[in-house]
Structure formats: C-alpha cells, structure tokens
C-alpha cells in the first residue's frame, strides 16, 4: 500500500491484503482517510472514492491539493506492471480565503465546486471564472477526494517505486520492470491534476527498488532498497532539487546501521527519520 497526509488527514491506497501472497483476490482498490488529531492520533478510517483499478506496489504522493498514484502492478496471471498515473483532487469546503496583505503568488479567493476551483480572483486581481486552485490557503478539508483521472502515463511500465512531489514537481525514483531500474524522472504539475511529461533526470547511483524516499529544505534523499541483485542496502543518496525539475549529483551519505529494504521515510523540521523496513 501506499501513504499519503494532507490538511490533516492520513491518505492510504492500495496495497495487498495477505501478508503470504498479492494476487487477483488480494489486491486492493480501496482508498482510505482518517483525519490527524492535534495529539498524533488519528480518527476512525472512512473508504473513499476507489482507485480505477486494484493495486499493489505503487507509489502515491499530495501535491497542490491533488493526490497522485503512479505505477504499480495488477495481478493478471502473475504481477503486471503499470505505467499508469491516476489523479484525484482533496475536496475541501467551498470558500479560500488569503487573509495576508502582502503575498506575490495564489489567490486571494477560491469559490469551489465539486471539488473545482470555479471562481478565482488571483494576486494582481485577476478574476478567472474555471479556475485553477493556485493559492497557498488551502480550504479545510473533509478527507474525501472526487474522481480518479488518468494523466500522462510514465516513460515505463514501473513497480516497487518511490515518488516525492516538490516544487512543483513529481519525482519518480527506481523501481522495477523488466529490470531493476536506476533511472529518475520528473514531471511538471499543471493545477488541474494533470502532469507535463516525464522527462529523465540525473540517474540513481545504482538501481534500486523496494526503497524510500523523502523531500527536505531543496533536497531529495533516496534510503535503503534492494540492488540489481536483489541485496538490502544500508545507503542513503541526497541530490540538490533544482526550479526547472531537474536535480543534481547524487552523493552518499552516512550508511544506515543496517541493510534494509521496504523502509518508511520521512523528513521533518532537520532531521531524516527512516522507520521499519525489512531485513531479510
């Protein structure tokens, strides 16, 4: 399964439900929410709008009020890949307001509509009727989304992926296809959900899968998986995120104490945690 928060809810999709095997019976559609309370702990979960097809393996990321889902596999026969990416927008409630009298980018008023931005007045005082969702003041969320949309599939078919969304950006890392795969690629995100097409960045020191990766202050970092041959890895790799969706170098930081695959990783207020995993 895959993870995902937002204005205060946890967002989770996909995913398998037997620990022995993921196949056609065990694969899932459902996507859930449960809303974050102010002490760490979450509310009961509620199903929301189902994904379009059953997954496991895939990759999910909220960037601009939009949840992304990217490959992952389906299990017709044995595990297919996927290069499919599907969008939702958040729903929130029906007014945005920006209250700061000295901002230069987003609006000033949002009026929503099934989940549409329909109304906008931006910055300069523009008024767009149709519009795009562009401000920083996020309307308060009720945890559910709308429909899923199909956007510009990725370059490959790809399961056991990571993805990060920054600056305007969705990053895609690794993962596996017919091979075990090294590449990067990125994506500009319009503000109706859809995507630019991919485009293939700087690549990974290795080809990894079965990895993590999270987005701090300008960087991304790429923690643990497993190799070409199927190895756990202790490495952790950053590289510089630039303004056009390009990135730098990839260097090596400090090793984790142990060799790791499947981990969970997260990046808050200067420090990088890196959470579970497996050893083997």
């Given at each position: 399964l895959s993870v995902s928060s937002f204005n205060n809810y946890l967002y989770v999709t996909?995913?398998?439900?037997?620990?022995?095997?993921?196949?056609?019976?065990?694969?899932?559609?459902?996507?859930?929410?449960?809303?974050?309370?102010?002490?760490?702990?979450?509310?009961?979960?509620?199903?929301?709008?189902?994904?379009?097809?059953?997954?496991?393996?895939?990759?999910?990321?909220?960037?601009n009020g939009y949840l992304f889902v990217t490959g992952g596999c389906i299990a017709v026969g044995n595990c297919t890949i996927q290069s499919t990416v599907y969008s939702t927008p958040l729903r929130s409630t029906a007014l945005a307001v920006n209250t700061s009298n000295s901002f230069a980018q987003g609006n000033l008023l949002d009026l929503w509509n099934n989940s549409q931005s329909k109304f906008t007045v931006d910055y300069a005082g523009n008024v767009t009727t149709q519009g795009s969702y562009l401000s920083s003041v996020v309307p308060q969320g009720d945890g559910t989304t709308g429909t899923y949309s199909t956007t510009i599939f990725l370059p490959k078919a790809l399961g056991y992926q990571s993805s990060l969304a920054a600056n305007g950006y969705v990053y895609v890392l690794g993962g596996q296809n017919a091979a075990i795969q090294s590449t990067v690629y990125s994506a500009l995100l319009n503000n109706d959900g859809s995507t630019k097409p991919y485009s293939?960045?700087?690549?990974?020191?290795?080809?990894?899968?079965?990895?993590?990766?999270?987005?701090?202050?300008?960087?991304?970092?790429?923690?643990?998986?497993?190799?070409?041959?199927?190895?756990?890895?202790?490495?952790?790799?950053?590289?510089?995120?630039?303004?056009d969706g390009t990135i730098g170098t990839f260097s090596t930081l400090t090793y984790l104490p142990q060799k790791l695959s499947d981990t969970s990783s997260v990046a808050s207020n200067g420090y990088l945690f890196v959470l579970g995993g497996s050893t083997g």
């Open positions: 996909g995913g398998c439900s037997s620990v022995v095997s993921c196949g056609a019976s065990t694969e899932q559609s459902t996507v859930y929410s449960a809303l974050i309370s102010s002490n760490g702990t979450i509310g009961a979960f509620t199903t929301l709008t189902y994904l379009p097809q059953d997954l496991s393996r895939q990759a999910a990321v909220i960037y293939t960045l700087t690549y990974l020191p290795q080809a990894l899968y079965s990895h993590s990766a999270s987005y701090y202050n300008g960087y991304l970092y790429v923690i643990t998986g497993l190799n070409a041959s199927s190895a756990r890895q202790s490495t952790v790799y950053s590289a510089l995120t630039k303004t």
